[in-house]
């Protein structure tokens, strides 16, 4: 069975800083795409990056990078430059290739502050 | 694209009552999911929809849940009669069909309260 776990249930840092994220996951599978999608107060679901596990370059969408390392099972979100909008829940996903159910962690809230 | 589509966003109602969330998913996609997020769980697949047809309702808490695609276009989450414990956050989600099925878009979510 899948599973995901997310270490850190809160973190607070001041706006400008850079924030990593944790997320660990267990699975037999060899091919999968991990997510990390964040939930602002409004409580939409919104998807910040995402990672084929087939690829070993690491995924980049602006200020959001992550560090896939497939050994360690281990996918860690990097927000650099934290912005204010950049408070929210943040839930690290995992989806075996070919299925369809999405397996989140607990999540991680994050506080930017001014 | 409008992105997918819920409604109501909030619903409020009375144990016994019956419950429907509406779901319109993105155009063109194949997928539809239902997700439920509490307190205690975070979020669970409850069901899931291939071209209108369910494929997977292993996460479907009882019978008193139940879910239908009419058409590609609209999706419905009932439940009928609705408990306390059914409170919770009801988000759908589509996806595209194969091969991009790897992401899945969120609607804003249904928050029920069920008194």
Known sequence: AQTVTQ????MSVQEAETVTLSCTYDTSENNYYLFWYKQPPSRQMILVIRQEAYKQQNATENRFSVNFQKAAKSFSLKISDSQLGDTAMYFCAIKYQGAQKLVFGQGTRLTINP | DAGVIQS??????????????RCKPISGHDYLFWYRQTMMRGLELLIYFNNNVPIDDSGMPEDRFSAKMPNAS??????QPSEPRDSAVYFCASSWGTPR?????????TRLTVL
């Open chain 1, 7 to 10: 270490s850190q249930p809160e």
């Open chain 2, 8 to 21: 109501p966003r909030h619903e409020v109602t009375e144990m016994g009552q019956e419950v429907t969330l």
């Open chain 2, 74 to 79: 609209f999706s419905t989450l009932k439940i």
């Open chain 2, 101 to 109: 099925t790897d992401t899945q878009y969120f609607g804003p979510g």
